[in-house]
T-cell receptor
């Protein structure tokens, strides 16, 4: 009954490879996000989708491409992985995208290690 | 200047004491403020939100907001070892469409 689920939990790969992280939410929320948390614990937003449409696209290399086939899914594909991409990636969802009190529900995170 | 700043800690307090966690933000027009707790290896979870100046209490937690000073804090009374975690301050911008997190303060409550 996990509200926001993302897979895989751990991803270890070589530089230059292409990988994907999948995310699904069963909360009926309209908005989904990808956040990156670096080793210093800074959580930084990467993308936000509202009803399958891209709302926020922060300064992220174009090697990162989100895809939202429907409002319950937001996947993240990363091309040509680099050492600096190593981090924990969190998927999150919220009921709406611009409500002042919107609570974020986070997935369990994907620890990406690029060797 | 980072948009949301927190002392990374660790902040160490004895069990039963009051833990005080602080956060400053740069966007004067920010309207919504949140505290998330993140246990090691886990995802963040919302514990408090505050929108107006003053104090907001929820059980052992009190959030305090001072918009003039661009300062928000979290007090944890009767701290327990289970409160040991990283506390992330988050601020929603004036337009309401962007939530910015601070780097978190690691709290350690010692029995």
């Amino acid at each position: 009954d996990t509200a926001v689920s993302q897979t895989p939990k751990y991803l270890v790969t070589q530089m230059g490879n292409d990988k994907s992280i999948k995310c699904e939410q069963n909360l009926g929320h309209d908005t989904m996000y990808w956040y990156k948390q670096d080793s210093k614990k800074f959580l930084k937003i990467m993308f936000s989708y509202n009803n399958k449409e891209l709302i926020i696209n922060e300064t992220v290399p174009n090697r990162f491409s989100p895809k939202s086939p429907d409002k319950a899914h937001l996947n993240l594909h990363i091309n040509s992985l680099e050492l600096g991409d190593s981090a924990v990636y969190f998927c999150a969802s919220s009921h709406d995208w611009d409500g002042p009190g919107e609570k974020l529900f986070f997935g369990s995170g994907t620890q990406l290690s690029v060797l | 200047q980072k948009e949301v700043e927190q002392n990374s800690g660790p902040l160490s307090v004895p069990e039963g004491a009051i833990a005080s966690l602080n956060c400053t933000y740069s966007d004067r027009g920010s309207q919504s403020f949140f505290w998330y707790r993140q246990y090691s290896g886990k995802s963040p979870e919302l514990i408090m939100s505050i929108y107006s100046n003053g104090d907001k209490e929820d059980g052992r937690f009190t959030a305090q907001l001072n918009k003039a000073s661009q300062y928000v804090s979290l007090l944890i009374r009767d701290s327990q070892p289970s409160d040991s975690a990283t506390y992330l301050c988050a601020v929603r911008n004036n337009a309401g469409n962007m939530l910015t997190f601070g780097g978190g303060t690691r709290l350690m409550v010692k029995p």
